[in-house]
């Protein structure tokens, strides 16, 4: 029996890297797998002003399975890096998963693999969510040449993805894999895709009709889901929604998700405090880039006069809470400034839900124009209106959806990963 250690947020932890790693875990148990989960404790710089813990969710997304947790890796200390190798090392695993979703964690990434990969037999394996930030600094170079650099074993989510690492590490020459069949110190991308999301299940009981009147929803609505930040482009939807309702009276968007620099008290001291000091150290780092803890696109629902069409759920949506929201919408929009693979583009697809997104990023690898969903221009409001337009007009039938996204499963992954 292979013993793997999927080293990530665990599921105390807010977000879809959380969800990741958690799903990641049960499909390795799934195909006989001994799994273990080490997790942070804290992901980040303490001076970032922002609650990373879910306290809101209440279900235990690992019951039923043999799968323990243990939260042991501080960023901000390197006593505990030290610590998570050495524990790490106890559970004798043959593969430790690190999930790669920011530049800013390659210090302490890069740091335990090294010392990981002293032990024979053990692969260490990159899981890469991107590889170009979002938000490029100047350091963030940096960061991902020291933490990606001494493995041998890379997953990638999409070519884009695959194509970024080689471009990062020319001299390592990869061989690209869509099976994970790879030979020991090989450096080897495995392609493969995000998996759609089965955590979160349709409620068989839930009254849509009911559950849509209590959010004041109209007939048709489009959803936007997830924590709000700026190159998620709810400021472009709102906009783009706002020219569907010059033409159609029948249609609400519904904003379910937490504002992503809005979960801690603004008038304690110690956030003021992180609050000035994260803004001095972004504006050495990143001195082209806008404050994004001063964006608000809510605040156009009143500028527009949108409040009889916009429904808002302004806060963390809790794991129980989820099903709900995707299953009173007619489809999730994705008009993204900037896009790798996408947690809440897979969770959609778990609830056969169609996609309207930006061509940008992958988008143009999983939506399908005209079958699973459709593509707009990104940065035009009236192409994404013409896109939420045409969806309510000629609606993509929900099997296309379920067939569009059939190959990927978390048991196809697990399968390509153990493949060895």
């Not at 394996?125 to 991107?130: N, S």
């Not at 955590?199 to 009147?213: G, H, R, V, Y």
């Not at 994004?292 to 809790?318: G, K, T």
Request: aromatic share 12%; hydrophobic share 40%; charged share 20%.
């Amino acid at each position: 029996m292979l013993r793997v250690v999927c080293f990530g947020p665990g599921p105390r932890f807010k977000g879809g890297i959380s969800n990741y790693n958690t799903s990641l875990a049960k499909a390795l148990e799934r195909h006989g797998a001994e799994v273990f989960i080490v997790s942070w404790t804290q992901q980040y710089p303490a001076i970032i002003p922002r609650n990373f813990l879910d306290t809101e969710s209440k279900n235990n997304l690992l019951e039923g399975t043999n799968i323990t947790v243990n939260y042991l890796t501080n960023y901000n200390n390197p006593l505990t890096w030290s610590a998570t190798v050495k524990h790490i090392k106890s559970l004798n695993p043959d593969m430790v998963i690190f999930q790669w979703a920011i530049a800013l964690q390659g210090l302490p990434l890069g740091w335990m693999a090294r010392r990981l990969m002293t032990s024979a037999n053990l692969e260490v394996i990159f899981d890469c969510h991107l590889i170009v930030q979002k938000e490029a600094s100047k350091i963030d170079k940096s960061f991902t040449f020291y933490g990606l650099r001494p493995a041998y074993s890379y997953i990638a989510h999409a070519y884009k993805t695959a194509n970024e690492l080689q471009a990062a590490f020319p001299e390592k020459k990869f061989t690209i894999t869509e099976s994970g069949i790879r030979k020991k110190n090989e450096n080897t991308i495995i392609k493969l895709f995000h998996p759609v999301y089965d955590l979160f299940q349709p409620d068989p009981n839930l009254n849509i009709t009911k559950a849509k009147e209590k959010l004041h929803l109209k007939k048709y609505v489009f959803l936007f889901f997830g924590f709000i930040r700026k190159y998620k482009g709810l400021h472009d939807v709102i906009r783009a929604f706002k020219l569907v309702t010059e033409m159609r009276e029948d249609v609400s968007l519904l904003i379910a998700g937490e504002s992503f620099w809005n979960t801690l008290n603004k008038n304690n001291l110690s956030t003021k405090l992180k609050s000035t000091l994260f803004k001095a150290a972004k504006r050495l780092v990143l001195p082209q880039s806008s404050n994004e803890q001063d964006y608000n696109p809510l605040q156009l629902i009143d500028e527009l006069q949108l409040q009889d069409s916009v429904s808002v759920v302004n806060r963390f949506i809790a794991n129980e809470e989820v099903p709900l929201y995707f299953q009173v919408s007619d489809c999730i929009v994705l008009y993204y400034s900037t896009a790798t693979p996408s947690g809440v583009e897979s969770l959609s697809y778990n609830f056969n839900l169609p996609v309207l997104a930006t061509r940008v990023g992958h988008f143009p690898e999983t939506v399908k124009d005209g079958y699973n969903g459709y593509l707009a221009e990104p940065g035009n409001i009236q192409s994404m209106a013409d896109q939420m337009l045409r969806i309510v007009n000629n609606p993509v039938p929900r099997e296309h959806v379920a067939a569009s996204s059939k190959q990927m499963s978390w048991d196809n992954y697990a399968r390509a990963i153990l493949n060895k």
